[in-house]
């Protein structure tokens, strides 16, 4: 915390967001930014310009421009120079029915809520729209994705997501919930949210008693390395698992920050002791400005198989490469094949089984 801010003014969420870092004059006051993120800072003002909470700047390490928090909001010139990168590798914009409505399978939607964030990740997959007006919802682009999850009798299950949905004050959440839960066809709401990682003081009490009153509801957060996992985090998942929401992580693989055995095993184990399930780790999609964080994907299935058989089973993630046509799950082959009537396996230690397989 630093001087002259008190505890209340700190922990407040309001306070937070108005005291977001926003120039590379204000980032000073917390690290010694390198000429590559003061030139990238300028280079990016008007592309994806950068903010940061002063909660999760307080995490950075002032002297390493690697700090692995750094490196998820700070921007570098590397941002610059991506051939490969699309604006939007998953078209969600053509699998769009009605305005920030995505359905990529036949039952449920992400529905894209809002276009803030409380800070904004370097590798964000909705670039295109996080912070920008465009991609804002009015009252009115609300009420028509309820007209058409109304409609649509299939979707049973709603992820409300953006940005982040809990950048909405309480009641207009709620009144997107309670609209939800009018839909008889819909079974369960989920929030997709980073607030417990970049801004914990947003999950107030008063948020989670609003919550505790529309169940099911669930939530999925987006932790990406150990550093985050912070008593103020933690407390914040506490405050919603206490309010009967079962809380996942969803962690992005990041090349230089969480893309080592040890680092993923520290997160995932991390997240246990806090009951949150690590639920999804996605392989960096082929996104604008992201060349530098991307890792291939062998390697990233080295590293999930690695942890196999060497850590409590539910702190194991799957890791997923999301495609235009929905998730696909990237994992080692344990199932070798057949010989005769056995099936062959592989088990974690690297050796194989011999299973007569059932007639
Ligand atoms: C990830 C995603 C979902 C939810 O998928 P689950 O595998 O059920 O968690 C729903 N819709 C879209 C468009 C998604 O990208
Ligand atoms: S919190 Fe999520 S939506 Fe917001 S900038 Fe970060 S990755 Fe993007």
Not at 40 to 56: E, S
Not at 293 to 301: K, P
Request: hydrophobic share 40%.
């Amino acid at each position: 915390m630093p001087v002259g801010v008190s505890a209340a003014q700190w922990t407040d969420w309001a306070w937070q967001m108005q005291h977001r870092i926003r120039t590379a004059e204000q980032l000073s006051r917390w690290v010694r930014p390198t000429e590559d993120e003061v030139r990238a800072i300028a280079l990016l003002a008007d592309r994806f310009h950068f903010v940061i909470t002063p909660y999760y700047a307080s995490l950075m390490d002032p002297d390493d421009p690697d700090c692995p928090i750094r490196r998820q909001v700070v921007p570098r010139t590397a941002e610059l120079n991506d051939p490969a990168g699309l604006a939007d590798p998953l078209r969600e914009v053509d699998h769009s029915p009605v305005k920030n409505v995505i359905r990529a399978y036949p039952d449920r939607i992400a529905f894209c809520v809002n276009n803030e964030c409380a800070l904004y990740c370097r590798f964000c997959l909705r670039k295109r729209m996080v912070g920008d007006e465009e991609w804002a919802m009015k009252k009115r682009e609300l009420e028509q994705g309820l007209e058409w999850i109304r409609s649509t009798p299939e979707i049973r299950d709603v992820l409300l997501t953006g940005g982040d949905p809990l950048i909405f004050s309480d009641d207009r959440l709620e009144w997107l919930i309670a609209q939800l839960r009018g839909i008889p066809h819909v079974e369960i709401v989920r929030l997709g949210t980073r607030l417990p990682v970049t801004l914990p003081f947003r999950v107030t009490p008063g948020l989670c008693r609003m919550l505790r009153r529309y169940h099911p509801i669930w939530v999925n957060t987006h932790f990406n390395h150990p550093k985050e996992l912070t008593q103020e985090a933690a407390k914040a998942c506490d405050r919603l698992l206490r309010a009967g929401v079962p809380v996942g992580n969803q962690s992005v693989l990041l090349r230089g920050i969480n893309d080592d055995v040890d680092t993923m095993k520290r997160l995932c184990e991390g997240l246990v002791r806090m009951r949150v399930r690590p639920y999804y780790v996605y392989q960096a999609q082929l996104l604008e400005g992201t060349a530098h964080f991307r890792v291939q994907i062998e390697r990233g299935v080295e590293i999930f198989r690695a942890l196999r058989g060497r850590t409590s089973g539910f702190a194991i993630p799957l890791y997923v490469l999301d495609t235009p046509r929905g998730k696909v799950p990237l994992l080692h082959p344990y199932l070798r094949g057949r010989e005769g009537e056995d099936v062959v396996v592989e088990t974690y230690e690297g050796g194989l089984w011999r299973e007569p397989n059932p007639q």
